[in-house]
């Protein structure tokens, strides 16, 4: 059994002050000056600590206040009201929205699981993710208890070809060398996102996570620069089209990536030839029919295949196919042709919540590929100021790499433990069975189907409420 | 209003907001153009305007209905000092399960017994699945048309036997299809669990103490109360097993399905600390499961064990919605449980993981008939009380769960909204539930008042009982039972006549 896993976090506080989901408004003109105005008797103590943030020109009640609504419901002249933060609604897109993205900020800031009272607030189900729910075992089949630390449960995941069976000699030795296998600790490898306003610091930052969480950093090779020469072992460069020195300075590149392209033979000899012990993954973007190409790799002898939707989680020529189908199909098909075990699969594009991660690996990856979180991580808006040369809101750019090592370190942790609930819940112990345990879910479109089909008929006359 | 066992149903008394602001849907502004004519005083017929010493005010802007309004007095006044808009602040409140809407019209009912006139939609949520996609299917109303007065409410009957083994426990039923779940000391107030409970005595049925113990305060209710054993066991006393006819084995709570709870440290005061046999100030872990059992025989050994103690007492298993709650409930009925309880994923909580809420155990929607269905295969379904939870926010709730096979629903957040929460989700945060209802501060507790809690549970309730009726009329039904599993009393927006 390897050594028990810990991710440790530590409070990493944000540079900006985050924007909130509504504000305070507070009207001075009528004001009686009540001896016991509402605004002394704040439970939270929301106007005492008031202060002004002249960088950003933000009134520090609207982070502090909590919503009990009390003042607004107590002012005698209501003169005090809550409104919805337009600033706060612009975040992001229809994806990435404003509330995933607090929440990633909280995570990175503090390293805990986001817990709340009251029950779910969202909508019943939506699309991709939302429309599976992961099971609980309850009497008869033992939950594990993993967060509180009284259980150990594995999150460490093999990339490589795992073998069938071993052989052994008649002197008991192994009578073939095993194919070479990476393990990382949790089933997480973080890469680099499509846009961001980044510096050498950001790039080095993400390098030190990944080597303090023992995974890896996927980034254009290109980027590698002397800054990140000293963490080698734990980059994974995306090799791009024509030749290219990798395999450079200290410390050998384990794992390293090729897109798909026609002539990927051709790119994985040169890459191959580059860095010859390192393990090499294949990119391919998620489309329909992508099955074919994956078997055919395999067969080919390519033990990592890494499955790639959009940044929304969708396959580049169908918006209808999700990355939670791509995956299942990807692996019946592995499964069914016999080859499942001869590879590792990585899923990556819109994975934005703690429970794509347990959801990815219940539809079949062996892992994911996480981009942009480990941005948010940073405080980033989602604005895409600058995909169009503007200035980074939040200053991104200018973040002191511990500082970036430290919000990406608290995000990854928080996620992990959220994951080991979900699999204590479950009663699994080592999320390399997790993998493609579809028994172990519940799929909307099935349990929807089955439960409302019957109730569609309505006799004429009648009413509806 | 009694009936044959001589109980009586309280009445309606009219209970206002604590709070000097009510929450409304629309704001009304009065300019000084104002001649006080009183015409919008005579108009509305929601006593919102009020003529006061030569002077008339907007007095009650909650209860305006906004553009519902049969005759609206910022069109009829003379001199346009008069202006109709959205309140802001209601904005910012409810989400999709607990809308804003679905907050205000409870608190209207809390108020007044009844269902709010017009203005606000207070059968359904805005979650777009489940409970708000099913539609009661309801026969033309003659009564409406003809005008045929109303029978009174007693000719339907809304009670539910608890004890359907028929074997030699008590003969407990409820008066009405719902009784409170459970909720701690020490994630409520002592205040809110008194409110809870008398309002249940009142109303004929019962109320469960949650996993915290079980305060004297509540002997007086004993026939009302239903103790929980949950897998922490605090406050599990034998002699508090004995006082009660229904003992609740918590399995799992839809929240956080298959994790322990967690009581932060700061609420285990000295009261509770007592209650619990606990330390002052530490935090409490419930873990998960019970340990000491890992299979139905185990269970039923737990089962056995409470009738050991009180021979006569129900016992009720409730357990989450995993895939498998279907062999769950099944196994329950063979170990001797009396009501299965089902809590669903969008249950309530004083304190639960975001991703166990939304991702772990499926929707009480799917469970309910899933149970339903193999308990009748099973042959043991008349032999067992379903209760349903998790997610139960309306009138029209209880009656689609109903009607798709539960025998009758536990109630949470709903009496907790009747105390006026808003859902601002931080009843864990510091001392506790700002409001007053989730909380064991001392200071914040004198927020609310025993009677006026325990009166605008009871009002809520009168209208859920109202509203129930009067859809069973509508159904051509005398009795709740009649509802019990009958699927095509509802259809679903999204299958409708396909």
């Known amino acids: 059994m390897p050594s028990k896993y810990m991710i440790h976090t530590k409070q990493t506080p944000h540079r900006f002050k985050a924007v909130t989901e509504s504000g305070i408004i507070a009207w001075e003109e009528g004001c009686l000056k009540c ?85 779910y607030p969202g909508p019943f189900s939506g699309p991709g ?149 390192a393990q090499v993954s294949i990119r391919l973007p998620l489309h329909e029919g992508v099955e074919k190409k994956v078997i055919s790799l395999v067969a080919s002898g390519i033990s990592i295949i890494h499955l790639e939707a959009t940044p929304h989680g969708r396959a580049t020529d169908h918006a209808s196919l999700f990355l939670k189908d791509g995956i299942r199909s990807v692996h019946q098909a592995l499964v069914e042709e016999g080859i499942r075990d001869g590879m590792t699969l990585l899923a990556s594009g819109g994975l934005s919540m703690a429970e794509h991660v347990a959801k990815s690996i219940i539809c079949g990856a062996d892992g994911v590929m996480v981009d942009f979180p480990i941005l948010i991580a940073l405080e980033c808006r989602m604005c895409r100021r600058c995909t169009k040369g503007l200035s980074c809101p939040v200053e991104i750019e200018a973040a002191p790499s511990s500082w970036v090592a430290s919000r990406v370190i608290n995000l990854v942790g928080a996620w992990q433990n959220q994951l080991l609930e979900m699999m204590g819940a479950m009663g699994i112990r080592d999320v390399r069975r997790l993998r493609g345990e579809v028994g172990r879910a519940m799929f909307f479109e099935e349990l929807d189907r089955t439960t409302f089909e019957s109730m569609g008929k309505v006799e004429e006359g009648c009413e509806l409420e | 209003m009694s009936n044959d066992n001589g109980h009586k149903f309280p009445e309606v008394v009219r209970t206002t907001s604590r709070f000097r602001n009510p929450i409304g849907k629309y704001r009304l502004n009065r300019t000084s153009d104002c001649i006080a004519c009183g015409k919008c005083v005579e108009l509305c017929p929601y006593g919102v305007h009020v003529k006061r010493r030569g002077r008339v005010l907007v007095e009650n802007q909650y209860l305006c209905v906004g553009p519902d309004c049969p005759e609206p007095c910022h069109a009829a006044c003379p001199v346009g000092a008069l202006s109709l808009k959205r309140n802001p602040d209601f904005e910012v409140l409810g989400d999709f399960r607990w809308t804003a809407d679905l907050l205000a019209s409870t608190w209207y009912m809390a108020e007044f017994g009844k269902v709010p006139p017009a203005g606000l939609e207070y059968k359904i949520g805005d979650s777009a699945g489940g409970f708000d996609k099913l539609r009661l299917v309801l026969k033309a109303d003659k009564t409406a048309k003809e005008g045929v007065s109303e029978e009174p409410d007693e000719e339907v009957d809304l009670s539910v036997e608890l004890n359907r083994r028929k074997d030699h426990a008590h003969k407990a039923g409820m008066k009405v299809p719902f009784y409170g779940g459970g909720m701690s000391y020490g994630s409520v107030s002592i205040t809110t669990m008194l409110s809870r409970i008398k309002a249940a005595a009142m109303l004929g049925t019962f109320c469960c103490t949650g996993e915290g113990g079980y305060p004297d305060e509540l002997k007086p209710y004993d026939a009302h109360v239903i103790t929980q054993v949950a897998t922490g066991l605090f406050g599990v006393r034998e002699e508090t097993i004995k006082r009660v006819k229904i003992v609740e084995f918590k399995y799992a709570q839809g929240a956080k399905p298959g994790l322990g709870g967690h009581l932060l440290g700061d609420k285990v005061t000295p009261g509770v600390a007592r209650m619990r046999e606990a330390v002052v100030g530490y935090p409490l872990f419930s873990p998960f499961p019970f340990h000491s059992v890992y299979s139905v025989e185990d269970h039923k050994k737990h089962v056995d064990w409470i009738k050991a103690i009180n021979p006569r007492a129900l016992v009720s298993v409730k357990v989450s919605t995993p895939t498998d709650v279907d062999m769950v409930a099944v196994g329950s009925y063979y170990a001797g449980a009396h009501i299965i309880h089902l809590d669903g994923s969008y249950g309530g909580t004083g304190a639960a993981p975001d991703i166990a809420k939304k991702n772990i155990a499926m929707p009480l929607e799917y469970a309910l008939p899933k149970v339903h269905r193999f308990l009748t295969e099973e042959g043991v379904r008349d032999r067992i009380t379903v209760i349903a939870s998790g997610g139960i926010r309306t009138p029209h709730d209880v009656a689609k769960i109903i009607a798709l096979g539960a025998d009758g629903v536990c109630t949470g957040t709903a009496d907790l909204v009747a105390l006026e929460c808003v859902r601002c989700h931080n009843c864990e945060r510091g001392r506790g539930c700002a409001r007053g209802i989730a909380t064991t501060d001392p200071e914040l507790m004198e927020l609310i008042e025993l009677e006026w809690g325990t009166q605008r549970i009871v009002n809520m309730f009168l209208a859920w009982r109202k509203e129930l009726t009067r859809i069973l009329r509508r159904l051509g039904m005398r009795s709740i039972r009649e509802l019990v599993g009958r699927t095509d009393c509802l259809v679903h927006l999204d299958y409708m006549n396909k």
């Open chain 1, 35 to 119: 001896a016991v105005c509402v605004k002394k008797g704040c439970v939270y103590g929301v106007y005492e600590d008031r202060g002004l943030d002249t960088r950003q020109m933000m009134d520090s009640i609207d982070n502090q206040c909590m919503n009990c609504l009390r003042c607004v419901q107590g002012c005698p002249k209501e003169l005090i009201h809550k409104s919805v933060n337009p600033e706060y609604k612009a975040i992001g897109d229809s994806y990435w929205t404003p509330d995933i993205v607090a929440k990633l900020w909280y995570q990175a800031e503090t390293g805990k699981i986001p817990v709340s009272g009251a029950g």
């Open chain 1, 129 to 277: 993710f939302d429309s599976m729910w992961t099971d609980m075992s309850e009497i008869v089949r033992p939950t594990r208890d993993g967060i509180h630390g009284r259980e150990y449960i594995s999150t460490a995941i093999d990339l490589g070809k795992t073998p069938n069976h071993l052989t052994f000699n008649e002197n008991g030795d192994l009578e073939r060398d095993l194919h070479p296998l990476i393990d990382i600790p949790l089933p997480i490898i973080m890469r680099n996102p499509d846009f961001g306003s980044l510096s050498e610091e950001t790039l080095k930052g993400w390098a030190m996570a990944a080597r303090g969480l023992g995974t890896f950093m996927a980034l254009p090779g290109n980027m590698i620069t002397e800054a990140l020469e000293d963490f080698r072992s734990s980059l994974m460069p995306l090799i791009g089209p024509g030749p290219q020195e990798i395999d450079k300075g200290n410390g050998a590149i384990r794992l390293l990536e090729v897109p798909w392209s026609e002539g990927w033979e051709k790119a994985v000899d040169m890459a191959r030839q580059q860095s010859s012990s």
